[in-house]
C-alpha cells in the first residue's frame, strides 16, 4: 500500500517537472500558431461580411426590379383605360 502511493507521489513529481519544463517551450510553439488563427479568423469573419453585404445588394435589387416592373404594368393598365375613355368619348 505504501509502494503504491510512494509510486503515485513520485510518478506526479516527475509530471510536475516536466511540466514546468515544457511549458515554455509548449507556449513558444503555439503563439505563432495562435496568432496565425486569430487572423484566419479575422479573414473568414471578414469575408463572411462582405458575402453577407453582397447577398443584401442582391436582394435589394430584385425587390426594386419588382416594384419597378409593378408600377410599370399599373402605369400601363391607366394608360390603357384612359386611352379606352378617350376612344368612347371620341366616339
Known amino acids: 500500500m505504501i509502494q503504491k502511493n510512494l509510486d503515485k507521489i513520485i510518478i506526479g513529481a516527475a509530471l510536475a517537472v516536466a511540466a514546468s519544463a515544457l511549458l515554455p517551450v509548449?507556449?513558444?510553439?503555439?503563439?505563432p500558431a495562435a496568432a496565425?488563427?486569430?487572423?484566419g479568423g479575422s479573414f473568414l469573419l471578414n469575408r463572411a461580411r462582405a458575402l453577407v453585404q453582397i447577398a443584401r445588394q442582391e436582394v435589394e435589387d430584385i425587390v426594386a426590379e419588382a416594384q419597378f416592373e409593378r408600377m410599370k404594368k399599373q402605369l400601363d393598365k391607366e394608360i390603357a383605360l384612359a386611352d379606352a375613355q378617350d376612344e368612347?368619348?371620341?366616339r
Open 88 to 90: 368612347e368619348i371620341g
Open 26 to 31: 509548449a507556449k513558444s510553439a503555439f503563439r
Open 36 to 39: 496565425g488563427g486569430t487572423q
